[in-house]
């Protein structure tokens, strides 16, 4: 099982979860990528939008992109998708803000400019990045609160 970070607009990702976050609309500038996600990869949403919170993490349920018919309800049609399931969805008050945990992210270049890496992000995470934000998000739901 691989992770990946996702990059997904507020407005976008409410669609998303209006629809039961059965899946993913995937530009076509992220089509080579998008199509290595197999079946079981678990992928960890980032919502930009001025927000820069982790949201949700959903699993893949098929392997690669699959062709999205009318471009989806998306604000801008995406040609292709991805098949997801919720994995862990975050109420909106417990989403984890990512500000606290760049420097501890291997994909973040030291130079502290972790915003733009961030919202163009549709990248595979080594099993150390993946676990933090994982277990990050995990607790954050676990906690009383917030």
Known sequence: M????LVERKENWEIDRNEGFTR?????S?????????KGDLLIFYISSGISKLS???????SGTKKL???????TAFSMQIFTRPYLTLPREKW????????QLSF?????????TFRNSLRQLNEADATLLIKTMQAS??????
Do not use: C, M
Request: glycine share 10%.
């Open 2 to 5: 691989a992770h990946w970070l």
């Open 56 to 62: 949700d993490i959903r699993e893949a349920i098929e």
């Open 108 to 116: 973040i270049n030291k130079r502290g400019e972790w915003g733009y």
């Open 24 to 28: 993913f609309g995937v530009s076509h």
């Open 69 to 75: 018919s009318l471009g989806g309800n998306y604000d």
């Open 96 to 103: 984890v803000s990512v500000e606290p945990l760049v420097k």
């Open 30 to 38: 992220k089509l080579t990528l998008a199509s290595q996600i197999k």
């Open 141 to 146: 739901n676990q906690a009383k609160g917030s």
